[in-house]
Every structure is written in structure tokens, then in C-alpha cells.
């Protein structure tokens, strides 16, 4: 459901603070069609031609409040919301070079009524600016 | 004429609201230009924030102009409860109580009649709430949904409880997917282009049509070869089956709305899948009076080979809707949706 979707396509660039390139950054929504509290996104995965990024290096922003992956285990007061563009940065000292890059991005949900523990991804090639 | 209402689920619009396609105005203006004046919501689809950062009064007062401004009339809002919020551990009891009054409470303030309870939700936690509800004047009804059905235990367990616990704020609302009885084409559509052989298809589907048991249609695609998404395409009989429309009757007192689940409508106005005249004639003969919310969910089908066209779709189940209740005009849309 929303496989497709889960990679949004307009903004894709490297990460810079304190002048020092730490990694890079897309926009990823939930593919839901409902939002889910953060204690239930169980794990999101990264990979950049067909690099993964590890689970600790793995940030989730929305409305300017970045968590990392295991602080959302236990964050019973905010969403990812319907359709909310998250921002999904990975870090990766030096970020990635101008140009095409292959990018993967897993979401592993628990939701209460499914007798399993689903997983969605979605593959696009992005391209990042010069 | 009938005295069924239609009705719309904006979860039919989920493909264009999720993109940002249509707002929600967008979609109460196209429910209304066809008639179909009742609104359902899933709350936290619908609602940012809902239930955990919970919701602005002027979020809630835009819905009020909303179904002021188009005549429609808000009728149910689906809630989640999702009691598996914490790793590791269900959430208790009480909790679980104290969160659908919480659904409760904001049911009433979207103005709703009803709010939907998921199937797995345990009958003894509504049981609980019922007293809130019946304060409230809000209805709990749990969505009979496939692979369950009306003859079910489960199904059983809560009919059984809700009687015990004597409250009218406790009832059922079925989804009309249950009532299967053929294979959809856009699912075997979809599970031919992830490569299932054509003739495995097609047995599927034929099997489907015999009323086989899905173990044996496992095991016979597993013969013929079938790995993988043949396979698949083969499970899925487990959850879904042919169940009698007439099976309702027994509960007419306790159904109060109806999800007109729909996977695909022709071009003709046909459901392929679902046999809705039979499933009118028996809500009619039940003296139903309430609404029949279109479902479209179709398009997790097809998104992976071309863009949903759900206001069309709802359109279309519309007009059948019309025609099967007996109405003199046509539904149609007035204004086109911006793409």
C-alpha cells in the first residue's frame, strides 16, 4: 500500500552542520493509510546503492523534532502522520557525491490488528544537486 | 424509494488525500454532489495529530462548516485503538477503556453518530465504554470484516455480549467484502504482472468460483508448480469467501452502517465481486434504514501499474447504489477535481 509514494522525489541533498558534510537527507512518507503514534514504527531502513545504512545512524524529523530510531520506541506523544513528509536523514561523514544515487527505504510497522508485522519499501533513483 | 442513505467513507480518496490531490473539502464537495450525504472518517486519517497530539477545536469547527456548507451529515468516525502501542506488552484494561471514551468524546465532537471499532478490539472493552457511549449518544460498532463474518465465534462472542450487556450503544457494522463471491480481476491482475503463470491464475479464480476449500487450492497450485506469489495469490482464499448476504438478518437490530466495500467498478456500473443487489434486497427485506458508505479499495491494487481514479470509482458505485435503491436521479459531479 503506498509502496510507490513512500520516496517523495523533491528534496534530496547532502547534510552540513558546523560547516562539516554529515550525511544526506530525503523526504519519506508512511505507507499507511491511516498516521501511527512513533512508539509503533518499529524500524525504518536506509541503503544508497545498495550501501546500508546502519540502524543507529538513522535520524526521523517531522515538524522540526528529530529522533533516532530506539528514542522513537518509547515516544508516546507524536506522529508520523497521514500522508506527513518525514525527513529521513542518514548519517554518513562526507555525504554522498552530485549525481544519481540509488536510494532504499524500509518501514516496519506494529499494527495492532494485523496477525503479522508488516514491512513496506520503496526504491527510487534520486538525484542529488552539484 | 428506499430508506437506505448513501453514504461515503473519505477512505475511497485515501491515493489522492495522502498525495495531497484533493483536500477535505475537496472531498465532502464531491460526496455531496452525488448524493451521498453521509460522511464517514478514519479520525486520524482525516485529522493530523489524532488520537496522541490530539486535535484543535478549529480543525473541528472547519469540519462543522464543511457539512454545513455541502448538507452532508457526519456519521461515523473509525478509530484505531491501538493497544499495541507499547513494545513488548498489550496496553492494559483500563487503558485500553479510557482510550476508545477518548474516541468517543471526539466522535461526538465531529458530530458523529457512530464510531467504528476494529475486530480484534475484545468485546469486554467495549462492553466498558458502552455506558460512556450511551451518555454520549454515540454507537460502538465493531466492523464485521473478512476473514471474519457473522458465523463466526468471534462474531458470536460479541453478539453474545452485547446482549448480555443489554446497551444500545453496542452494534455491529458490517463490511460488505466479506460477501466475496468472486475473485476480483484487479487482484488477479495484479498478482499476473508479479509474475503468477496465467493458467495457475486462472485456476485460482475458477477454483474461487467452485467454492473450493483454500487448502486444497494451496495444495493443487503448489502441484501444478506454483512458488511464490502463485502461492500468494492461492492464500488469500483463506481470508476471503463467498459469505451468504443473508446472514445479516439475524442482526438487523444491532447493524446500524454498512461499508460498501468496493474493489472495482466498470465502466457499466458493475462490482465484479460483490453482489450488491442481492445485498440491498436482503438489507431492504431487514428494514435497514441507515447508510451504505462507499469503501474503495481498489486502489492498493492497482497503484503499482496506474494512478487510482477513486473519485470515478466512487462515482460509479454511486450510481449503482442509486439505481439498486430505487432513486429517480442520477448521481453525477458538478466540479472537476484539480489533478
Known sequence: MMDNKMICTEQFENVVEGGETIGFAFLGRLPYYRGLGLSMVEDIQVSVDGEEIAREAIRFSVRGKTYTLDEMETVYDDRWNFGEKARIIALKPGGLAPGAHKISFAVRMRVSYLPFVPTTRDTKELALAA | ?339
Open chain 2, 1 to 339: 424509494m428506499s430508506s437506505i442513505k448513501r453514504g461515503v467513507s473519505l477512505y475511497s480518496f485515501q491515493n489522492e488525500t495522502f498525495q495531497g490531490k484533493m483536500s477535505l473539502e475537496d472531498c465532502v464537495r464531491t460526496c455531496a454532489e452525488l448524493g451521498a450525504n453521509g460522511i464517514e472518517i478514519i479520525g486520524e486519517q482525516t485529522f493530523w495529530g489524532w488520537p496522541e497530539v490530539g486535535v484543535e477545536d478549529a480543525a473541528v469547527a472547519e469540519w462543522h462548516r464543511l457539512m454545513q456548507a455541502y448538507g452532508t451529515t457526519p456519521v461515523s468516525h473509525d478509530f484505531m485503538l491501538d493497544y499495541k502501542r507499547y513494545k513488548g506488552r498489550e496496553m492494559p484494561f483500563d487503558e485500553q477503556v479510557a482510550s476508545v471514551k477518548n474516541d468517543i468524546d471526539f466522535g461526538a465532537r465531529l458530530g458523529m453518530k457512530y464510531i467504528r471499532a476494529l475486530v480484534s478490539i475484545a468485546p469486554e472493552v467495549l462492553v466498558a465504554a458502552a455506558p460512556y457511549a450511551e451518555e454520549k449518544n454515540i454507537k460502538i460498532l465493531i466492523e464485521v470484516h473478512a476473514p471474519l463474518h457473522f458465523d463466526h465465534p468471534w462474531i458470536i462472542r460479541h453478539a453474545e455480549a452485547f446482549e448480555k450487556a443489554g446497551s444500545d450503544a453496542l452494534g455491529f457494522l458490517p463490511d460488505m467484502g466479506m460477501f466475496l463471491f468472486a475473485y476480483p480481476r484487479v487482484w488477479k491482475e495484479k498478482f499476473l504482472r508479479v509474475g503468477v503463470p496465467r493458467h495457475i491464475a486462472d485456476y485460482i479464480e475458477k477454483a474461487y468460483e467452485d467454492r473450493v476449500l483454500s487448502e486444497y487450492v494451496i495444495l493443487n497450485v503448489q502441484q501444478m508448480g506454483g512458488t511464490g506469489p502463485a502461492i500468494a495469490m492461492a492464500e488469500v482464499t483463506r481470508h476471503n469467501a463467498a459469505f451468504e448476504p443473508k446472514r445479516m438478518l439475524d442482526y438487523m437490530h444491532r447493524i446500524h452502517n454498512i461499508h460498501g466495500k468496493f474493489y472495482e467498478m466498470t465502466a457499466d456500473y458493475v462490482e465484479p465481486s460483490i453482489p450488491y443487489d442481492e445485498i440491498v434486497a436482503v438489507l431492504q427485506k431487514g428494514g435497514y434504514t441507515g447508510y451504505i458508505c462507499s469503501e474503495y479499495e481498489g486502489n492498493r491494487w492497482i497503484e503499482d501499474f496506474e494512478e487510482p481514479d477513486s473519485v470515478e470509482q466512487v462515482r460509479r458505485q454511486q450510481v449503482m447504489l442509486a439505481r439498486l435503491l430505487g432513486e429517480a436521479t442520477v448521481p453525477s459531479l458538478k466540479t472537476p477535481i484539480a489533478a
